[in-house]
């Protein structure tokens, strides 16, 4: 993997004010890599395509559009480095996702977990777009040719996907796409929710950072514990709160924090109210810049259609190639 010279992309569905998860394994380290690291511009996509196979209320997707795009701005993103836009405003990803789909067997995509625990849940009421879903992921990212795909670890499987399908493509029909390698965060890339298991907006146990101080605080009590009491000496490395707080704090500080812990008369309740301190000072900048951002929609409106606009001008070249190549010219 080539950081500097190698095209980059990353997307994220448009369901809600992205979490801590999201954060940390994948929007901080994409910023870093593009303000910092990458020569070209990164790729963001805001997968709004995407949400509408899990969305029941379509009117949201569009708030959670300029959600996610104040996010990524509040943290920090240049938008001189990157390039990020609506999906939906680049047509030319819903061809190639039919193209791909005929690329792919049918079988192979009812394996796919994301699918999987969806049928599980409730057959009858599961679209066609739950099942097809890794074929537009693999559009998404094969029709800008990216070779680096920052990802959470929930996403690996739709990555190698993306590589299988393209691999069948060019097989078949010679060389055409490149095959993109997921780039996951080893610190981060499981960033425990407020159950103990993954952070994750379908478990519901996620800790929103942009959120008004009080829900903030009520989503850090909601944090699982035992029932220790207040004197007794706890153990920090099977803590839920102490694993999410030594992502975010200084080293000094996690060493204060372990201590207090193992000495005792530290209660669950004190090391909350820590984790909601260190969560506020450590996105202190981001937050407030975030309820400035989101207010000036007119502004995001302008920051999409200059990402998608530049998009679209390599999907159009591509998706031009590609169409040859079918034979469809
Ligand atoms: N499926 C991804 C998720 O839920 C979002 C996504 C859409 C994506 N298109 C992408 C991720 C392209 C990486 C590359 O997180």
Redesign the pocket.
């Known amino acids: 993997m080539d950081y500097i010279k190698d095209r980059i992309?990353?997307?994220?569905?448009s369901t809600g004010l992205p979490h801590l998860g999201n954060l940390l394994s994948?929007i901080l380290p994409t910023i870093d890599l593009a303000n910092n690291k990458s020569l070209n511009p990164v790729f963001i996509?805001i997968?709004n395509l995407?949400s509408l196979t899990n969305i029941k209320n379509i009117s949201f997707i569009k708030k959670y559009i300029y959600n996610i795009l104040a996010t990524w701005l509040a943290c920090g993103l240049n938008t001189n480095k990157a390039i990020i836009y609506k999906?939906s405003d680049i047509p030319e990803v819903t061809e190639l996702a039919w193209y791909l789909s005929c690329f792919f067997k049918y079988k192979r995509l009812t394996l796919v977990h994301s699918f999987k625990d969806k049928i599980n849940n409730n057959m009858q009421s599961i679209n066609v777009g739950v099942l097809t879903?890794p074929m537009?992921?693999a559009a998404?990212?094969l029709l800008y040719n990216?070779k680096i795909?920052?990802?959470?670890k929930?996403?690996l499987q739709?990555?190698e996907i993306t590589r299988k399908v393209a691999k069948n493509f060019n097989r078949i029909m010679g060389k055409t796409f490149i095959l993109p390698t997921a780039l996951t965060n080893e610190n981060t890339m499981y960033v425990t929710g407020t159950d103990g298991k993954k952070m994750s907006k379908s478990k519901n146990n996620i800790i929103n950072v942009f959120i008004s101080n009080e829900i903030l605080k009520k989503q850090i009590q909601n944090i699982r514990t035992d029932n220790k009491s207040f004197q007794s000496s706890k153990d920090p490395n099977t803590n839920i709160i102490f694993s999410i707080y030594k992502l975010l704090a200084s080293k000094k500080s996690i060493n204060e924090i372990k201590n207090k812990y193992l000495n005792g008369n530290y209660g669950y309740f004190e090391a909350k109210n820590d984790l909601y301190q260190c969560i506020l000072n450590r996105f202190s900048n981001e937050r407030k810049l975030f309820n400035t951002l989101i207010k000036e929609k007119l502004f995001l409106d302008k920051i999409l259609n200059n990402g998608a606009e530049k998009a679209r001008e390599i999907a159009i070249k591509n998706i031009s190639n590609i169409r040859n190549i079918l034979g469809l010219k």
Not at 9 to 13: N, R, S, Y
Not at 149 to 152: D, H, L, N, Q, S
């Open positions: 992309l990353t997307g994220i569905q994948v996509s997968a995407h999906q879903y537009l992921m998404d990212i990216a795909i920052p990802v959470g929930d996403q739709h990555i």
